[in-house]
Nanobody
């Protein structure tokens, strides 16, 4: 099993920045893919950014140029630097991981409990 714990959420004004962190533990040798998802009230969960095999990355169109995903394998950690935040970015952000990346479903095998990001206007 893999355990994921997020941190770094909070309240920020529009235009501000936040950095989310995710620490993985357990059978981390299984992990080749890590990513961030978010779910706003009344909306479906959506992919924000993913890093595959520590190399290629993919971002949702809505965050391109503003968010940056990174991974530190030595610390079993992943980060999401969020700049120029907008009220529409308000959501619970989830850290997720998988052994393989499914380009069709974009599903993950392991999930954290989430951290709330609130962007005020």
């Amino acid at each position: 099993q893999v355990q994921l714990v997020e941190s770094g959420g909070g309240l920020v004004q529009a235009g501000g920045s936040l950095r989310l962190s995710c620490v993985a533990s357990g059978s981390i040798f299984k992990i080749n893919v890590m990513g961030w998802y978010r779910q706003a009230p009344g909306s479906q969960r959506e992919l924000v950014a993913v890093t595959i095999n520590g190399g290629s990355t993919k971002y949702a169109d809505s965050v391109k140029g503003r968010f940056t995903i990174s991974r530190d394998n030595a610390k079993n950690s992943m980060y999401l630097q969020m700049n120029r935040l907008k009220p529409d970015d308000t959501a619970v952000y989830y850290c997720a991981a998988a052994k393989f990346w499914d380009v069709v479903t974009e599903n993950m095998d392991y999930w954290g409990e989430g951290t709330l990001v609130t962007v005020s206007s």
